[in-house]
């Protein structure tokens, strides 16, 4: 198949803006990648190369004609987007976790959990901060015999990390049917198919499980309506992680929470990127 690649460079302050922007085109997930000018950030998305994908590409050219943003685009196929991720991806480590791609050879040894990805046209390598921060926190949550949810799974990389690490239910949840199937043969690759399930939905309107960790890694206004439904999905005494937002948009994320009935246990932070760890009602801690 071949895809519209688009990349969008924009100051550091109207990056959420952007985003937002961009997920209105592609809410199967955007990527930030690396740019050797400091002053831009750079995102990424991909859209089918037909006559929808030129049009989705033509209302977004107009949307972003406002907030200052440079636009580039190419085709890629699905086997460029291969030889590209072969010829970047890293093995990446994490606390107890190591992410790697699916043809390096597993490390020798140790106690760590390895996550072996090929994230396909999915959100989700493991090398972006809210990735991280997310799998930060799954490390530090999920205990074996946990139930996890996992909305906006992407390529399945924290889904498949929670097995990894002894969840026994896991629900990965898309809405992007190229996510879901990449994140199935991921699930495939790491043999964890009897604890994780791939389903592709919008939000958590049909979910039945009471998780004990529920992370959502999303863009702040994408979070706005997940909010006050998580509460439904989560245990009493779970942890409901988000992420996916910037500095900036932390304290409208800690209002929505708030207004939710949650209290905020903890923030974590890696470069301007954030991740709440909220708990329901009063009780806070680790």
Known sequence: MTWIEITV???????DLTGDLLLQAAP??????ADVDTSRCSLRLYLPAGPAGRSALTTLRRRLAGVGADFATRLRSDASWTRAWKASGRRIRVG????????MRRPAGGRTRVVRLNPGLAFGSGE?????LCLRAIARHVQPGATVVDLGTGSGILAIAAAKLGATHVLAIDND?????????????????????????EGLSAVRLRADVLVAN????TLAPVIPEARRCLAAAGRFVVSGFTTPRLPDVRRLLEAAGYAVAAVDRQRAWRAVHAVIGSRRGT
């Open 9 to 15: 460079r924009v100051a550091p302050g109207r990056l």
């Open 28 to 33: 199967q997930g955007i990527a930030e990648v």
């Open 96 to 103: 107890r976790l190591i992410v790697q791609p699916t043809w």
């Open 128 to 132: 972006h901060e809210s990735t991280q």
């Open 177 to 201: 049917p190229v996510a879901v199937a990449v994140a199935r043969a991921n699930v495939r690759t790491n043999r964890v198919g009897r604890a994780v399930r791939v389903r592709r939905d």
């Open 218 to 221: 999303l863009t702040a206004d």
